[in-house]
């Protein structure tokens, strides 16, 4: 990006000279590349690459937004002056905004990388998902392999006002593969990846051979696999589909729009017991193995939030507009999908903490049950205002005189959020975070990229359904 801090600091002092008595900038120059591998032939091989700024201005207590992909100067003061005009737009319209008031925020940081992937020659990355194909196939029963890279640079300038300057540049690359087996004429699908904060060095290291057949032996032993009766488990729950569940059943209702709403299960319930005491959740942006994010796009830290602690309701996630407005501090995030949205109340790295007992403990404990994968999961429904989630997994298996036996095809669950969470009765302590370089969290209309996870834990009681 070309535009210099001197010049920025013109463009601050020009939104206050036409009226805004608060003026932010976020530009930003993201580029992401993508390739993917239909059975043996290349069927994309893209370099996306965007920039622009996104303006935000506060008239008479009224919020206005605009945005630009050029970045000539006076187009920039045309955007500016375009959000004056849709705050003063709002007058009387909408609901009056004000911020919380923190300290003043100057820093630069890129995240740890050692070598660019967008300088490795392409050949090297179509060589590696070639070889992913190849191994895929050798596997019996495997009838289509689309193996897919990613690799996304996401370089964000924030300055405001008040005098924050934040320089953030995130690179996150990965690897995916979709694989379909197929026996006696069961079909069966798998998706699977693995991504990192990191460079091309994080591909080089990655034992591709074995993520790869891994996952091709365990759909076609899927296809094979019995379906489980449906009813109430003692079961444990993987490090993944700890994640997913807390991120998605829980975590919303923890963002504070949508407590501001009245759409969180969650509102009134700061100082309450909304789990068993053994579980603890946090929100963070520097957790080792999740998506970086040292800070908000409001400029604000993103700091280490445990919004449960040892069961307890303790903070919700906070901009520094609904930290104001519902009487938090803010916790960093504020986030957008991109300078040309507005920002939303949105998670980071969502996880449990981890507890004091060994995974092959707690199985050793359980005895009778189900144990739970995320790996191959599919999604599912959740409703923030009433903690009600229905989630498909992956291929899982039954737990026999205290171990994982049978191999059962993906399976449901569902449940309340709040109910299932207070049914946790061990944390192990073998804590897991990841990302995605494929995908991230939706949220009105917006796709920002984010981390889940936690330790494997067990819940005396859950509903669970077949998922084929």
């Known amino acids: 990006m070309t535009i210099s801090s001197v010049e920025l600091d013109k463009l601050i002092k020009f939104g206050e000279e036409n009226g805004a008595s608060y003026i932010d900038l976020r530009l930003q120059e993201k580029t992401y590349e993508s390739i993917i591998v239909d059975n043996g032939v290349v069927r994309e ?44 737009a709002l007058e009387n319209k909408a609901y009056k905004i004000e911020l919380y008031s923190r300290p003043v925020y100057k820093d630069k940081i890129i995240s740890h990388y050692a070598t660019d992937a967008l300088e490795v020659d392409p050949s090297e990355k179509i060589d590696l998902l070639m070889n992913m194909y190849k191994l895929a196939k050798s596997i019996e029963g495997i009838i289509s392999v689309s193996p897919r890279y990613g690799y996304e640079v996401d370089h964000r300038i924030f300055v405001s006002s008040n005098g924050d300057y934040i320089d953030v540049t995130t690179r996150l690359i990965g690897i995916g593969l979709y694989i379909v087996g197929q026996t006696e004429g069961v079909t069966e699908r798998l998706w699977d990846s693995n991504s990192r904060i990191a460079g091309w060095e994080y591909l080089k290291n990655l034992d591709i051979e074995k993520f790869t057949l891994e996952n091709a032996k365990l759909v076609v032993e899927a296809t094979r696999a019995p379906a489980i009766k449906p009813g109430k488990y003692v079961a444990v ?67 280490k939030v445990k919004t449960v602690e040892k069961g307890i309701l303790k903070t919700f996630l906070h901009s520094l507009s609904t930290a104001k407005k519902l009487g938090g501090k803010p916790t960093g995030n504020a986030r957008s999908m991109s300078y040309s949205h507005t920002l939303l109340v949105r998670q980071t790295n969502t996880y449990m903490e981890p507890g004091d007992w060994k995974v092959e403990e707690l199985f050793r404990d359980t005895r009778k049950g189900i144990y739970i994968k995320g790996k191959g999961a599919l999604g599912g429904q959740v409703d923030p205002a009433m903690g009600t989630f229905t989630f498909t997994a992956g291929p899982s298996y039954l737990i026999e005189n205290g171990e994982p036996t049978k191999l059962v095809r993906g399976v449901m669950l569902s449940g309340f959020i709040l109910e299932t969470l207070k049914n946790v009765d061990a944390v192990a302590n ?39």
Do not use: W
Request: with cysteine; glycine share 16%; charged share 25%.
């Open 45 to 88: 091989y893209s370099v996306d690459i965007s920039k622009g700024v996104g303006i935000r201005v506060i008239v008479n207590d009224y919020e206005g937004y605009a945005s630009t992909n050029d970045l000539r100067i006076e187009k920039i003061k045309e955007a500016i002056l375009d959000a004056i005009k849709s705050a003063k």
């Open 237 to 303: 729950l993987d490090n993944e589909i700890v994640g997913l569940m807390l991120h998605e059943a829980f975590g919303h209702a923890t963002e504070g729009d949508i407590v501001e709403a009245k759409g969180s299960v969650l509102e009134g319930k700061i100082g309450k017991q909304v789990a068993s005491e053994l579980v603890t959740i946090v929100d963070d942006g520097r957790i080792d193995g999740g998506y970086y994010l040292p800070y908000d796009d409001e400029g604000t830290p993103k700091i």
């Open 430 to 468: 073998d804590l897991i975070v990841h990302t995605n370089v494929f995908g991230g969290c939706g949220k009105g209309g917006q796709i920002v990229r984010v981390g889940d996870g936690g330790p494997h834990i067990r819940v005396k009681e859950i509903t669970i359904g077949s998922g084929r």
